[in-house]
T-cell receptor
Framework: NAGVTQTPKFQVLKTGQSMTLQCAQD?????MYWYRQDPGMGLRLIYY???????DKGEVPNGYNVSRLNKREFSLRLESAAPSQTSVYFC???????????FGSGTRLTVV | SQELEQSPQSLIVQEGKNLTINCTSS?????LYWYKQKYGEGLIFLMM?????EEKSHEKITAKLDEKKQQSSLHITASQPSHAGIYLC??????????????FGPGTSLSVIP
């Protein structure tokens, strides 16, 4: 089915470990986004990419890096995981301005 | 910065009852989105409103944007267990570039009792 695919769905990391969250969309969308969702905080934008080859910081970028590998893929990397990065991470995409986002099913990350 | 508030925070209704969820912005909304999130899953796009006074409906869900474009309501008629989940409103941030970024409210948790 067309949409946004995130991997993995679940992950447990030890403090200081690194990992990359993968996101791919097959809808030929230009823009892609990474959000984190925390209880009482709602969804907060980490990084976004308006088009292939461009990335920009969102509201909470510290501790993260991103790569827009091509039009389909947008990865999120945690270089040195911290317990404060325990969260549910969502990738989203949309074709252009004024279009609703399509979200992936999320990655539930726990850092111990 | 623009912030979105939602009320109520949570809602428990009996199947068949009507309900309303509100989303209020501290600034004028340039675009207002409604999403539904089932527990443990991703967000599903419901509707987008742009013009003051605009109203859209999909099945038993109606969303309205007020004339001043600072408040939106989501109304569910004759609720069903399938309507249960978390409803989030999202708003486009003031456009500084051609990029489209959306901020979200904290969400309203809806439970429907059969």
């Amino acid at each position: 089915n067309a949409g946004v695919t995130q991997t993995p769905k679940f992950q447990v990391l030890k403090t200081g470990q690194s990992m990359t969250l993968q996101c791919a969309q097959d809808m030929n969308h230009n823009s892609m986004y990474w959000y984190r969702q925390d209880p009482g905080m709602g969804l907060r934008l980490i990084y976004y990419s308006a088009s292939e080859g461009t990335t920009d910081k969102g509201e909470v970028p510290n501790g993260y890096n991103v790569s827009r590998l091509n039009k389909r893929e947008f990865s999120l990397r945690l270089e040195s995981a911290a317990p404060s990065q325990t969260s549910v991470y969502f990738c989203a995409s949309n074709p252009a301005l004024n279009y609703g986002y399509t979200f992936g099913s999320g990655t539930r990350l726990t850092v111990v | 910065s623009q912030e979105l508030e939602q009320s109520p925070q949570s809602l428990i209704v009996q199947e068949g009852k009507n309900l309303t969820i509100n989303c209020t912005s501290s600034k004028t909304l340039y675009g207002l989105y409604w999403y539904k999130q089932k527990y443990g899953e991703g967000l599903i796009f419901l509707m987008m409103l742009q013009k003051g006074g605009e109203e859209k409906s999909h099945e038993k869900i109606t969303a309205k944007l007020d004339e001043k474009k600072q408040q939106s309501s989501l109304h569910i008629t004759a609720s069903q267990p399938s309507h249960a989940g978390i409803y989030l409103c999202g708003a486009e941030t003031p456009i500084k570039t051609s990029y489209d970024k959306v901020i979200f409210g904290p969400g309203t948790s809806l439970s429907v009792i059969p």
